[in-house]
């Protein structure tokens, strides 16, 4: 895995935890929903649990103390989204690396955030990485979410691509097992919410701490 080298044409790129950092987003989205649920607020482990279930479709009633599970994701997706605006931030020198990477590849994110495509634009807009992306397709763009790879082959055909010609790259089993699905190259980083234990399960085609090194793999 580590000598793995990548011949593509696109690389679609996942926000959160790949791009973007969201952890303190998600921290204060959990405490939120917490404190209008009537609930204190949880450990760190908790905060990382909702949104690895919540992408995997699995249930969290346990994790939210046997709160009710629709007000609680009303409140917590509120809380989340707005939360993005000031407590996202780009990754460590991912402004560098977009650029080398955008010398070797059409750039696009396709992120699981229920939001218009407008949101990530502006939100890409404001950390100076708009230029260097094409495309961006949201959960809003598509019928089934990651881990279908309907926003993969959606993202790669408005690129003029095809979906085997392009690698995903993110940092959650879902984005591995999309584009297993879409026939694209799998690129797994561990600057997110998932473990390297948890991604190694997936056997993506490689896994690095980051994207700042990806330029390095790909041809």
């Known amino acids: 895995m580590k000598n793995a080298r990548l011949k593509v044409k696109g690389i679609l790129l996942d926000l959160d935890g790949t791009i973007v950092d969201s952890r303190e987003a998600y921290s204060e989205a959990m405490k939120i929903a917490l404190e209008k649920m009537g609930q204190k607020a949880t450990d760190n482990k908790k905060v990382t649990e909702i949104p690895k279930r919540l992408e995997q479709g699995l249930p969290i009633d346990d994790v939210i103390n046997g709160a009710n599970v629709k007000e609680f994701l009303a409140f917590y ?20 690396t977009l650029e080398n990477l955008s010398r070797k590849a059409k750039l696009a ?3 699981m955030r229920h939001v218009p495509k407008s949101k990530v634009v502006e939100e890409l807009y404001r950390f ?12 809003l763009d598509t019928r089934y979410p990651k881990p279908s790879p309907e926003a993969l082959m959606k993202c790669s055909n408005q690129m003029g691509l095809k979906t085997y010609e392009c690698a995903i790259v993110g940092d959650s089993v879902v984005d591995v097992r999309a584009g297993k699905a879409a026939g694209a190259k799998t690129v797994a980083v561990l600057s997110g919410i998932f ?5 190694e399960t997936e056997k993506p085609d490689l896994i690095l701490e980051n994207v700042k090194k990806l330029p390095y793999f790909v041809e």
């Open 128 to 139: 100076g990485l708009a230029e260097y992306i094409s495309n961006v397709v949201t959960a």
């Open 195 to 199: 473990t390297r234990r948890e991604l």
């Open 109 to 111: 994110v396709v992120t």
């Open 77 to 96: 997706l509120k809380a989340y989204y707005e939360a993005t605006i000031t407590k996202a931030k780009p990754m460590p020198c991912i402004k560098e």
